[in-house]
């Protein structure tokens, strides 16, 4: 089982669990900005994380989402945003972002960088849905 987490984050948040669900999967963090030279077939798990601004995530992820659409539907995908909030609004705006990547499971982490330095159950919890 091989993982690849492509990311894209401005504040390392995001960067921060895509590298601690590569530690705990023993797979691979790639920023989006380096991730054109992955070849997505060879991974079973493709997970798709992004920070969020003014409701979306980065342009270039979701461009690349884009690209390798195929080849994300065929494999094991889940989707995380890393969000100021931690409640029903990260959920919804989380489930809206989601949806739009076409990606079922999914989840959503508010300060990314504290939680994977103190209580990452939520992070463990994410990676066990897939
Ligand atoms: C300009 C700006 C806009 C933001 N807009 C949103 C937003 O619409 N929704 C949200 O939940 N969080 C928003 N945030 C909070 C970030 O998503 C949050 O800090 C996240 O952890 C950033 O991830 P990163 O550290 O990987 O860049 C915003 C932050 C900034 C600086």
């Keep these: 089982m091989s993982t690849i987490i492509v990311y ?13 669900i590569a530690k705990k999967t023993g797979g691979e963090a790639v920023a989006v900005s380096d991730a054109k030279n992955k070849d997505l077939s060879s991974y079973d798990t493709i ?24 080849i994300i539907a065929q494999k094991n995908s889940a989707f995380y945003v890393c969000c100021m909030y931690n409640d029903e609004k990260g959920q919804k705006q989380c489930d809206k972002l989601a949806a739009e990547f076409g ?8 300060k990314g960088k504290k939680l994977v330095q103190g209580d990452a159950k939520v992070i463990d919890d994410f990676i066990a849905t897939f």
């Design 47 to 70: 997970v798709i994380g992004g920070r969020v601004w003014a409701g979306g995530v980065p342009k270039d992820l979701v461009e690349y989402a884009k690209n390798n659409k195929d």
């Design 8 to 20: 894209a984050s401005s504040n390392g948040n995001t960067k921060a669990v895509a590298e601690y």
């Design 103 to 110: 990606i079922a499971k999914h989840a959503f982490f508010n």
